[in-house]
């Protein structure tokens, strides 16, 4: 099993930064990938960023270029670096770990563009 826990959600204006961390712990060493996914009110959950533990990483299209996936070198932790944040940022964050036979996740932490 992997356990992942989230951090960092918050409350910012328009234009502002924020940093989400998710540590992973468990058997971690079967981790393939780790990725944000997001939820909106209303609205499906989709894909934000994945990183794989060789280190490739994808964006959806609408966070490229001010969002950024990271993790640190023991791959326990991921990053989700979010800059220059927009009011449709908003949403609840929920990290993912993916191993060859099941997804794991996060219970999710808030994050809140004020205009």
């Known amino acids: 099993q992997v356990q992942l826990v989230e951090s960092g959600g918050g409350l910012v204006q328009a234009g502002g930064s924020l940093r989400l961390s998710c540590a992973a712990s468990?058997?971690?060493?079967?981790?393939?990938?780790m990725g944000w996914y997001r939820q909106a009110p209303g609205k499906q959950r989709e894909l934000v960023a994945v990183i794989t533990m060789g280190g490739s990483t994808n964006y959806a299209d609408s966070v490229k270029g001010r969002f950024t996936i990271s993790r640190t070198n023991d791959k326990n932790t991921a990053y989700l670096q979010m800059n220059s944040l927009k009011p449709e940022d908003t949403a609840v964050y929920y990290c993912?770990?993916?191993?060859?036979?099941?997804?794991?996740w996060g219970q999710g932490t808030q994050v809140t563009v004020s205009s």
């Open positions: 993912n770990a993916a191993t060859s036979g099941y997804i794991y």
């Open positions: 468990g058997i971690i060493f079967r981790i393939s990938a």
